[in-house]
């Protein structure tokens, strides 16, 4: 912070970057830890084993949803798409893929429904979004 002090303890930066980084409903997620009696360490590794190591969705799932966000066939956009991912995170798996054209193309896609839970937030946002509610209910009546 711009006063010098830490919003983290020195040497935790990267977890609180992360979670930080991925904007309010991992931030309200804190609570269901057990705040600082919580064993970071290994909430860390349990965490980290999410990012980038998801069962992937399958092939046939994710040509549906490029069908719907086009609103075409995914005959008229890629000449070949592999159904086999080449990586699956939390957020999005990638396929190869060959558009009409003859480029070679990495089409990432975001998981089913991934749009929807982002909105919707977390229980705990809803529960924070409630009492402000009710506060500024109480403010200005």
Known sequence: ??????????????LAATVLGAGTPAVVIEPSFGGAAADWAAVAADLARLQDRLPPFPGDEALRLIEA????????????????????ASIAQVHFARTIAGDEVAVKILRPGIARDFARGTPQQAQLDQRHQRIADRQHP
Do not use: C, K, N
């Open 69 to 88: 966000e086009f609103g075409t066939s995914a005959d008229t956009l890629f000449a070949t798409f592999d159904p086999v991912p080449i990586a699956a």
């Open 1 to 14: 912070m711009a006063d010098g002090t830490r919003l983290v303890p020195a040497g935790q930066h990267r």
